[in-house]
């Protein structure tokens, strides 16, 4: 999402972007842009989280619009103040396999932050109409559905390239809400029909349990670049996402269109991709929960947009 916004504003006169020291190259790249570079500490977070608003405020004065990623509004900053809920896991760590100090302290403080400070926003969003509805509050004076943009996917589709496959499955993911033990389940399932079938797991190795690291069938890549996900998926006859929770349905909507088949968790957000489009419900042996079947052929992506539509959307939001 900053990329998609540092571009596009960039080509329409350029912004403000306050971000993390790590996302400094947007400033070559996007010249038109003003960014203030800032870093907190995990103890900054807590105990004087935004301190360095008050820097900034004297450099920009008073903007037309503060949007707020993930982080909590402390106090009006601009005319219209906006909140983007970016990770819905404060507001879901029932049954999660989140570890005891995401579950209890860090996760719930931060929900504990969101929730005192809605009154600050004028406009809260988040990315599903299933995290909308978890976040209901009364205090929250305007609600906004915001996806995340789907640029690759639309134009692979509209383009009908037709990648040739390998005999892989692909798990993107190793957090402990992404369930990977249902997905190896699935993989197997899936062996059993294509003995040459190999596994790639994407994401932290640190995570990862036993069993993966001792299958010589599967290939651990560890973390890489977004568009080195994007090739191995292109390049996969499955896509496997057994995730317990998302506040959007982007990582899934990348694997059913560039995947030949994908088999992904039966949660809200996957329902709202997949809606008005084709798909099976099925039970696969040793998951207790049943997965959604989706094939690529049958896919037109009625549900994706375009980042500039996006983008286009808020704006228009705030005239409102």
């Known amino acids: 999402r900053l990329y998609a916004y540092s571009k596009w504003f960039n080509e329409n006169g ?14 070559k790249e996007f010249p038109k842009n003003k960014y203030f570079v800032v870093f907190q500490s995990h103890l900054e977070r807590i105990i004087n ?13 008073n903007p037309d619009l503060y949007y707020s990623y993930g982080i909590p509004i402390y106090y009006p900053f601009g005319k219209i103040n906006w909140f983007h809920l970016s990770n819905i896991a404060p507001f879901k760590t029932k049954n999660m396999g989140l570890s005891f100090f995401d579950k209890y302290i860090r996760l719930k ?8 400070n809605y ?12 995290s909308l509805n978890i976040i209901k509050n009364k205090n929250i004076k305007k609600f906004f559905l915001s996806l995340n943009g789907s640029d690759d996917e ?6 009908k390239f037709n990648n040739k496959k390998e005999d892989t499955a692909v798990i993107i993911g190793t957090q402990r809400y992404k369930a990977l033990k249902d997905s190896y389940h699935i993989f197997k399932f899936l062996k059993k029909k294509n003995i040459f079938l190999k596994l790639i797991l994407v994401g932290n190795k640190k995570n990862i349990p036993e069993y993966f690291i001792n299958d010589d069938n599967v ?14 998926l292109k390049k996969t006859k499955y ?3 057994t995730t317990k929770m998302e506040n959007s349905f982007n990582a899934a909507s990348e694997g059913i269109i560039f995947a030949d088949e994908s088999y992904i968790s039966d949660i809200e957000p996957h329902r709202e991709l997949l809606e008005n489009e084709t798909y099976k419900i099925l039970s696969i042996p040793n998951l207790s929960n049943k997965v959604l079947n989706v094939k690529k052929i049958n896919i037109e992506g009625k549900n994706l947009k375009l980042w500039n539509d996006i983008i286009l959307e808020m704006i228009e939001k705030t005239k409102i």
């Open 109 to 116: 403080l931060l929900k504990w932050k969101i929730k005192k």
């Open 219 to 232: 290939i651990l890549k560890g973390n890489i670049k977004h568009n080195e996900v994007i090739e191995l």
């Open 14 to 27: 350029g912004v403000n972007f306050i971000i993390h020291p790590e996302c400094e190259f947007l400033k």
């Open 154 to 159: 639309i134009n692979y589709l509209q383009n």
């Open 49 to 61: 989280d935004c301190r360095y608003l008050i820097e900034i405020k004297k450099q920009i004065k």
């Open 119 to 130: 009154k600050n926003s004028d406009i809260v969003s988040a990315e599903s109409q299933n």
């Open 239 to 241: 896509y496997i996402s």
